[in-house]
């Protein structure tokens, strides 16, 4: 698309303010929201980086062989989780900080009250969706509002609701459904040795292993959950049949099962028994002609197909990876399985169960084609657009179907490592650049992405997760962001540039920017830009203050508090009507003493 200024149809100029602290970390300068510049640090930034008094540590867990670890800290605010406020410091062996990912909030301020308990709140989703199944509910605050609200999660056997309700009102302020879905005989006649992978009990073989990391059952055909313990009489697990009691499907699901951990355990050093006492548990034959395969949070379900679209879902080794990574992120970053972060979660189980393929030796870059009997899989990460999915950020779904795009829009990101790994241009013609990506195999790649994607805070969007993979990426930056810029998640999409006292990018320049005090504690920001002056303005004070306004010139009104030292920064960006930035300035830091 050829941008130029008379084309765009809004403009956007956003004015960020942050509360500076007396004790500001060094490597806390000011470039965005209350936090360091960007969403990523490494080298000397990272090192130096003081985490917030308000962050506690959540989650840690080694990255590969390499010695080094990811350790996660989840900000709070009075009794609240700060939502999207997780904070991950990569370390290397040493115990350096070599890489930070995340945005600290600090200083916030709530724009409700919590009048809601979280009994409450859990009742207003059951008399949505019923009573039964597995209840958690948590209260969060909102940086970008300052609003209280619930997450309240009901986990059945075959789905995992997520409610969000304002603390204050009792309005439902989003809903989702976050089931990801997706010696014996396989599905396809193949032998499987299932040495160590059963025990004998009581008169039987169960498909329960020697080491206890793993059990499979059948449901027989119904949606209960686990279902019955599957079992042999001879330990020759070769009863034929598509559907209950046939035992193909089990074999694959236990044996796949058995490879996914394995690969987690020598590539990633991830232990699932960490995270998941009970092991890797897998059912087969779950519902009648069931074309799915999904993790409920706690499990894995695989239906039979009908048999026409797909067959037994356990019988293709990139499902049973796939989807078992569902529960990796999970017990990780735990993105958030709507919109970009869904897509996000859903490309990370398409690239590790596509990695799983390559380690067992039957790597190809389609996934589902074992279990499609007449097409050839369900999606194509070396050319998203042969199953109708994006290849390109322009191309991306925003509709609200398929949570906000979350299959569709995993080809973007599929799409980005294929190229990472191989090299090459956009398999869509109109989106090439003209110069190839240089790949860096499958090995350098692997690790990039699992430093980088375990890290992400759980509402992180496409740009974020460039900015992590380039923060872990080393020596291949170059290689990881020229993937991501031939994928159209650009910088400019991303970040725009500029800085300083002023601010210049394309079509736009910010000048003139003061701030002078009204009245009381009620001051004014001021600026110029060469574009029209109707504009849309974001104004956001201590991370947490949010108003949207349009106005009628270049300056917003505040009324801030007594005695406080303001920070902000004026950025404009120009979007097409399809919402797509063609430049950016940032002008700042600058700053009001009210």
């Known amino acids: 698309m050829d941008f130029t200024l008379e084309a765009f149809m809004t403009f956007k100029t956003t004015i960020i303010a942050t509360c500076l602290l007396a004790a500001a970390p060094s490597s806390m300068a000011a470039n965005g929201p209350n936090a360091h510049p960007s969403p990523s640090l490494k080298g000397l930034q990272a090192k130096n980086f003081v985490l917030p008094d308000n962050a506690t540590l959540v989650k840690r867990f080694a990255l590969g062989h390499s010695g080094m670890e990811t350790q996660r800290f989840q900000q709070h605010f009075q009794n609240a989780i700060v939502f999207g406020g997780e904070i991950s410091l990569i370390t290397a062996a040493s115990g350096d900080v070599v890489t930070v990912i995340g945005r600290r909030y600090d200083h916030l301020l709530s724009s409700n009250s919590v009048k809601l308990k979280a009994e409450a709140a859990k009742g207003i989703v059951m008399m949505k969706i019923g009573g039964?199944?597995?209840?958690?509910?948590?209260?969060f605050i909102n940086p970008s509002n300052g609003l209280f609200f619930y997450i309240v999660e009901n986990q059945r056997a075959d789905s995992r609701w997520h409610y969000w309700i304002d603390a204050e009102t009792g309005e439902v302020l989003n809903a989702y459904d976050g089931l990801t879905t997706g010696s014996g005989t396989g599905v396809h006649g193949d032998s499987k040795?299932?040495?160590?992978?059963?025990?004998?009990?009581?008169?039987?073989?169960e498909m329960v292993s020697a080491n206890g990391r793993l059990s499979t059952y059948d449901a027989g055909g119904r949606s209960r959950l686990p279902g019955d313990l599957a079992t042999d009489s001879d330990d020759q697990w070769v009863e034929p049949g598509r559907t209950s009691p046939g035992q193909a499907a089990m074999v694959d699901a236990h044996f796949f099962a058995n490879v996914t951990d394995?690969?987690?355990?020598?590539?990633?050093?991830?232990?699932?028994?960490?995270?998941?006492?009970?092991?890797?548990?897998?059912?087969?034959?779950?519902?009648?002609?069931y074309n799915n395969a999904y993790w409920n949070g706690y499990q894995?379900?695989?239906?039979?197909?009908?048999?026409?679209?797909?067959?037994?879902?356990?019988?293709?080794l990139d499902v049973v990876g796939h989807e078992l990574s569902h529960g990796l992120t999970d017990a990780t970053s735990d993105l958030i399985y709507q919109n970009e972060s869904g897509a996000l979660n859903e490309a990370f189980s398409d690239i590790m169960g596509t990695n799983i393929e390559f380690y067992y030796g039957s790597g190809n870059w389609t996934i589902g084609e074992d279990i499609t009997p007449n097409s050839n899989g369900i999606r194509n990460m070396a050319d998203p657009g042969e199953d109708g999915d994006p290849s390109h950020?322009?191309?991306?779904?925003?509709?609200?179907?398929?949570n906000g795009g979350v299959h569709i829009n995993s080809g973007i990101i599929n799409h980005w490592y294929y190229l990472l790994v191989n090299g090459g241009q956009n398999s869509d013609g109109q989106f090439a650049s003209g110069s190839d990506v240089a790949g860096i195999g499958l090995d350098a790649a692997t690790q990039i992405v699992y430093n980088g994607f375990t890290s992400l805070p759980p509402n992180a969007d496409f740009c974020l997760a460039r900015?992590?993979?380039?923060?872990?990426?080393?020596?291949?930056?170059?290689?990881?962001?020229?993937?991501?810029?031939?994928?159209?998640?650009t910088e400019t999409l991303c970040s725009g540039s500029g800085g300083g006292s002023g601010g210049t990018s394309g079509d736009i320049a910010i000048s003139n920017v003061s701030s002078r005090t009204i009245k009381g504690v009620k001051f004014q920001i001021s600026w110029d830009t060469d574009v029209a002056s109707s504009t849309e303005?974001?104004?956001?004070?201590?991370?947490?203050?949010?108003?949207?306004?349009?106005?009628?010139?270049h300056s917003y009104?505040?009324?801030?508090?007594?005695?406080?030292?303001?920070?902000y920064y004026v950025t404009s960006k120009v979007y097409d009507s399809a919402g797509n930035v063609a430049s950016s300035a940032t002008a700042g830091p600058f700053v009001h003493q009210n």
């Open 557 to 567: 009104n505040f009324n801030g508090s007594k005695g406080v030292t303001y920070e």
């Open 132 to 139: 039964h199944g597995r209840w958690t509910t948590n209260l």
């Open 537 to 553: 303005v974001t104004f956001s004070c201590c991370g947490t203050y949010v108003k949207n306004e349009q106005v009628t010139s």
């Open 300 to 316: 894995m379900a695989y239906g039979d197909g009908d048999g026409i679209t797909f067959i037994n879902l356990s019988g293709d």
């Open 262 to 289: 394995s690969y987690f355990l020598s590539v990633l050093q991830f232990n699932w028994l960490s995270h998941y006492s009970q092991g890797m548990v897998s059912t087969a034959h779950v519902k009648r002609n």
């Open 467 to 489: 900015a992590a993979t380039d923060a872990v990426a080393g020596t291949y930056s170059a290689n990881v962001l020229d993937a991501w810029d031939e994928v159209g998640v």
């Open 193 to 205: 040795d299932l040495s160590g992978l059963t025990t004998f009990n009581r008169g039987n073989f």
């Open 393 to 402: 950020y322009n191309e991306r779904y925003t509709g609200t179907g398929d």
